[in-house]
């Protein structure tokens, strides 16, 4: 990798966590449970010690859910950050409680099982990960390093508010560069 | 078995104390005996409950996430099963120690709707003590509606987060399901939310 690309990459991974932290506070979504992931970390960490975020750390993917669902009836958005493996502990709750109850909420998964995994045990989840999305209706969006950041994830909240159920923003190593081994 | 108490006088206990505060159900017959005693007292249709039908577990998760947003008490009422399911809830309960959350574990012992298999806490497990070492503020155990009362009555004035395990018995009878689309309980109850939070939004 030349110097410039280091530069360059870096350059992106602060505009792409800018991205994200933007567009969710357009939406008004002061609320984030997440179980913590290293490649979303960048945001979860800026979204922690930025005071308009409440934040609740959660033991499994799936509390994340009722607790993020808790927020959003009691009038205040909110949005869950995880790992694709950890939306495997989501399913049940996800289809018996925010579709049918209508509850939206932007999902931010990252993606394993993409470029660059060195871990079998990502793999299965991590690759069937936007598959299971498609057969539980749950619409869904990636992001990798394409030019329209903005536009993806807030054009997609807002069609998850529109929706009135979850939708999940999925990020690839190409956005934010994967876990190191 | 300890327990002397019903679920049902437990859920009318809340309703007929607990003002206007947000009462989050677990699923199956605690939602559904929920609906029914507020029926029976003519509180229909009480825009504050909030009840679950599927999403096994998470009943004081959603309470958690309301808690955090309201100063108001807000009442879970959970289930021994629907508990051990996700007991983590308990410890990030008491991480974030909203003190106007209550719980009250309706503790019978066992799955009673799936044919009365019993659980851990027939066992070795104690709902009290795991919420105790969980961090909660209060802990209490009781097994007859006289002791409940005078619990429920404090824990509404006192700061929590509150655990109130009611050791329950089951009658056999199962009441009918709510009849309250989920879509329309998460409109009405967000609505009432917000109303009263307008100045906080």
């Given amino acids: ?181 | 078995m300890e327990g002397k108490l019903l679920r049902y006088d437990v859920i009318k206990n809340i309703l007929q104390t607990s003002n206007n505060s947000p009462v989050i159900s677990n699923l199956g017959p605690t939602s559904d005996e929920l609906w029914h005693i507020t029926k029976e007292l003519e509180l229909l249709p009480r825009e504050r409950n909030f009840y679950t039908y599927g999403s096994m577990g998470l009943c004081s998760s959603i309470a958690l996430g309301i808690a955090i947003n309201t100063n108001e008490k807000v009442v879970s009422i959970d289930g021994d099963g629907s508990l051990l399911m996700n007991l983590g809830t308990l410890s990030t309960i008491g991480r974030v120690s909203p003190d106007n959350l209550i719980i009250v574990a309706c503790d019978n012992e066992m799955w009673a709707q799936t044919g009365y298999q019993p659980t851990a806490t027939a066992f070795n497990t104690e709902l009290e003590n795991v919420s105790k070492f969980c961090g909660f503020k209060n802990t209490f155990k009781c097994t007859n509606i006289d002791e409940f009362k005078n619990i429920f009555e404090n824990a509404l004035k006192i700061k929590g987060p509150t655990m109130i395990v009611a050791k329950t018995k089951e009658t056999g009878e199962f009441p009918e399901v709510t009849p309250v689309e989920p879509e329309f309980t998460t409109y009405r109850f967000r609505n009432s939310m917000l109303n009263n939070n307008e100045a906080k939004l």
């Fill in chain 1, 1 to 181: 990798m030349l110097i410039q690309d280091i530069i360059l990459w870096g350059y992106k991974m602060q505009e792409w966590v800018k991205i994200i932290i933007d567009s969710l506070k357009e939406h008004d979504i002061s609320f984030i449970s997440y179980v913590p992931d290293i490649s979303i970390d960048k945001v979860t960490k800026e979204i922690e010690s930025d005071p308009y975020f409440t934040v609740v750390p959660a033991t499994r993917e799936e509390e994340c859910i009722g607790i993020a669902s808790g927020s959003y009836v009691s009038g205040v958005n909110s949005a869950i950050f995880m790992q694709s493996s950890g939306f495997g502990n989501c399913i049940n709750a996800l289809t018996s409680l925010n579709l049918p109850a209508r509850i939206p909420i932007p999902m931010f998964i990252n993606l394993r099982g993409e470029i660059g995994e060195f871990n079998i045990a990502q793999v299965t989840m991590g690759r069937s990960t936007r598959p299971i999305l498609d057969v539980i209706n749950i619409p869904h969006v990636t992001l990798d390093n394409d030019i329209n950041l903005h536009k993806k994830v807030s054009g997609n909240i807002t069609l998850c508010y529109a929706s009135k159920i979850p939708l999940a923003i999925c990020l690839s190593p190409l956005l934010h560069g994967g876990k190191i081994a």
